[in-house]
């Protein structure tokens, strides 16, 4: 199953391809699915009807006894997401060199330390080089791309923003 709605995608050449949103999770390692993908995004949808349910309750709020409440939800959502990168940047920068040396082949991992140089953040692609030993180099394509649903979202936040400083200004008069 292809999430329908991914705000970001992730990969490594052909290796790993990761889509994600809020609410939706979808890995493919060597081009398959992983089930780990399914299971969370089974808990994410969960919270998308979480947020659905206040948005609604808040919104009946409004209609019927005129009580405007601000959801922070999905103001923080796509301002938290900026983090992907951050976390893309972790696991390849930091975790991948320590972690392959306790998989029993250290001269990958000291090699690998070489991730250290990776860039913070990709917004489009790289090309990374990792020396894989006997003179020999692997090239890797690593490439990060928001959709339009993403710049999408930014929105929510601009409203909730404007909202904020609309009640404020209301309250003041």
């Given at each position: 199953?292809?999430?329908?709605?991914?705000?970001?995608?992730?990969?490594?050449?052909?290796?790993?391809?990761?889509?994600?949103?809020?609410?939706?999770?979808?890995?493919t390692l060597l081009?398959?699915?992983?089930?780990?993908?399914?299971?969370?995004?089974?808990?994410?949808?969960?919270?998308?009807?979480?947020?659905?349910?206040?948005?609604?309750?808040?919104?009946?709020?409004?209609?019927?006894?005129?009580?405007?409440?601000?959801?922070?939800?999905?103001?923080?959502?796509?301002?938290?997401?900026?983090?992907?990168?951050?976390?893309?940047?972790?696991?390849?920068?930091?975790?991948?060199p320590h972690?392959?040396?306790?998989?029993?082949?250290?001269?990958?991992?000291?090699?690998?330390?070489?991730?250290?140089?990776?860039?913070?953040?990709?917004?489009?692609?790289?090309?990374?080089?990792?020396?894989?030993?006997?003179?020999?180099?692997?090239?890797?394509?690593?490439?990060?791309?928001?959709?339009?649903?993403?710049?999408?979202?930014?929105?929510?936040?601009?409203?909730?923003?404007?909202?904020?400083?609309?009640?404020?200004?209301?309250?003041?008069?």
């Amino acid at each position: 199953m292809i999430p329908p709605h991914y705000w970001w995608v992730y990969g490594i050449s052909d290796l790993a391809v990761i889509k994600d949103s809020p609410f939706y999770l979808y890995i493919t390692l060597l081009g398959k699915p992983l089930i780990i993908s399914s299971l969370i995004t089974i808990i994410l949808i969960g919270f998308g009807l979480y947020v659905i349910t206040v948005l609604l309750i808040y919104s009946y709020m409004l209609v019927k006894r005129g009580e405007a409440r601000n959801y922070s939800t999905m103001f923080w959502l796509p301002i938290l997401y900026v983090l992907d990168p951050v976390i893309v940047y972790l696991v390849l920068a930091i975790v991948m060199p320590h972690l392959v040396p306790l998989l029993g082949n250290s001269s990958l991992g000291t090699r690998l330390s070489s991730l250290s140089s990776y860039p913070l953040v990709i917004i489009g692609q790289e090309q990374y080089s990792i020396s894989i030993g006997g003179g020999e180099e692997m090239t890797l394509i690593i490439y990060s791309e928001p959709s339009m649903l993403y710049w999408l979202s930014l929105t929510a936040p601009l409203l909730y923003l404007a909202s904020l400083i609309e009640r404020r200004r209301a309250s003041h008069q």
